[in-house]
């Protein structure tokens, strides 16, 4: 079946430290992968997305690469801000015409000054 | 702003009631997909319409039930409401049904059972 696990929170980091935060995926097919967002006392916010293997999605400083070989697509940004602290959701959507979404179980990110 | 409305925001109501959620989509979203996260189970899939027909059906309780109507709104119907029903409930809409397409969410009802 189809399967979303990151890495688990929470993740604690200085402001301007490198976070990474991994995401590992099982699908049959060719599933599109994305990252959501979800700030406190708000719904879930598209972050970026890769549809095929190799793509590198990109939004606010945060990238991610598809990477079929690894079935990855770990979530990473150069330096984090206080403004960052939130829950990060990886998921995939698989390649069948069903359309929807299947989540990992969210990593909490928290930055401090 | 994802362009997708709930309402309401909070509810709360007691053991045994009856609720219903509604929830708009981005226009031009053709697909509806509701969700339920709570802190325990994370975020789960419960049903998805397209264009009004059932399209896919997820871990939804039979005391749950949604419809999508021709103006494309969509209602999930919760009844004889446990305390375990407790949780944050979101809609989202897509443009698609094709995989590129993301989800565009709504920031999610509330609902409290006491």
């Known amino acids: 079946g189809n399967s979303v696990t990151q890495m688990e929170g929470p993740v604690t980091l200085s402001e301007e430290a490198f976070l990474t935060i991994n995401c590992t995926y099982t699908?049959?097919?060719?599933?599109?992968l994305f990252w959501y967002v979800q700030y406190p006392g708000e719904g879930l916010q598209l972050l970026l997305k890769?549809?095929?293997?190799?793509d590198k999605g990109s939004n606010k400083g945060f990238e991610a690469t598809y990477r079929k070989e690894t079935t990855s697509f770990h979530l990473e940004k150069g330096s984090v801000q206080v403004s960052d602290s939130a829950v990060y959701f990886c998921?995939?959507?698989?390649?069948?015409?069903?359309?929807?979404?299947?989540f990992g179980q969210g990593t909490t990110l928290q930055v401090k000054p | 702003d994802s362009g997708v409305t709930q309402t309401p925001k909070h509810l709360i109501t007691a053991t045994g009631q009856r609720v219903t959620l509604r929830c708009s989509p981005r226009?031009?979203?053709?697909?509806v997909y509701w969700y339920q996260q709570s802190l325990d189970q994370g975020l789960q899939f419960l049903i998805q319409?397209?264009?009004?027909?059932?399209?896919a059906k997820g871990n939804i309780l039979e005391r749950f039930s949604a419809q999508q109507f021709p103006d494309l709104h969509s209602e999930l119907n919760l009844s004889s409401l446990e305390l375990g029903d407790s949780a944050l409930y979101f809609c989202?809409?897509?443009?698609?049904?094709?995989?590129?397409?993301?989800?565009?969410f709504g920031n999610g009802t509330r609902l409290t059972v006491t």
């Open positions: 699908a049959t097919g060719y599933p599109s």
């Open positions: 226009s031009g979203d053709l697909s």
């Open positions: 890769a549809t095929k293997a190799d």
């Open positions: 319409y397209y264009n009004g027909e059932e399209r």
């Open positions: 998921a995939l959507r698989p390649s069948s015409n069903t359309g929807k979404l299947i």
């Open positions: 989202a809409s897509s443009e698609e049904l094709g995989k590129e397409s993301p989800l565009h």
